[in-house]
């Protein structure tokens, strides 16, 4: 069965630095979301990016962070001078379609440690 | 902000014994999505339900999309070790976007 696959698994990096997470979503896939989950927290929704720009966003989502496809197969997310507090687990995850009867599915995530 | 409540938040239960896990809202939302997530992965989609009043059973689990659609509960028949894991409902408003919540930490006692 297809998968969203993502890299690296874990990412140990120290505060300041930029890290790129990067994701293969499924290949016939159009939608692609990245969410974060906080240790011991619940999983939050950052982006979703749809033909080539981002469609929604949340609040967590600032100037921060970026999203990219930068050819047809990777989607990444650009973190800039880290901090502490964007230590977590980082999902991406793709749908075949936006509408409520698609699944979103999720890839088994990165770890992001900043030190 | 739409804020998802998932009670219990630890479970553990014997072998056999029956369950049931509850998502509430003070929010409609157009689907909701059950997932199961284990340590050191991502959610794994269970059901979708759409519809208020909506039952889906998959095997031992049955999953009720509220008749207001503020609301979901799962119910797990005859539990085994192997349904052992974190159980997330999720939530869909406009567009696309998903409200996870707070998550049910299920362990089944051999």
């Known amino acids: 069965e297809p998968e969203v696959t993502q890299t690296p698994s874990h990412q140990v990096t120290q505060m300041g630095q930029e890290v790129i997470l990067r994701c293969v979503p499924i290949?016939?896939?159009?939608?692609f979301y990245w969410y974060r989950q906080i240790l011991g927290q619940k999983v939050e929704f950052l982006v979703s990016?749809?033909?080539?720009?981002?469609?929604?966003k949340s609040e967590i989502f600032d100037d921060q962070f970026s999203v990219e496809r930068p050819d047809g197969s990777n989607f990444t997310l650009k973190i800039r001078s880290t901090k502490l507090e964007d230590s977590a687990m980082y999902f991406c995850?793709?749908?075949?379609?936006?509408?409520?009867?698609?699944?979103?599915?999720f890839g088994d995530g990165t770890r992001l440690s900043i030190l | 902000t739409q804020l998802l409540e998932q009670s219990p938040q630890f479970l553990s239960i014997q072998e056999g014994e029956n369950l049931t896990v509850y998502c509430n809202s003070s929010?409609?939302?157009?689907?909701l999505q059950w997932y199961r997530q284990e340590p050191g992965e991502g959610p794994v989609l269970l059901v979708t339900v759409v519809t208020g009043g909506e039952v889906k059973k998959l095997k031992r689990l049955t999953f009720q999309f509220g008749d207001a659609r503020k609301d979901s509960s799962l119910h797990i028949t005859a539990a085994q070790p192997g349904d052992t894991g974190l159980y997330l409902c999720a939530g869909a408003s406009t567009g696309n976007q998903f409200y996870f919540g707070t998550g049910t930490s299920l362990t089944v006692i051999p």
């Open positions: 990016f749809y033909n080539n720009e981002i469609s929604e």
């Open positions: 995850a793709s749908s075949a379609r936006r509408d409520r009867y698609q699944p979103q599915h």
């Open positions: 290949s016939n896939h159009l939608y």
């Open positions: 929010s409609v939302f157009s689907s």
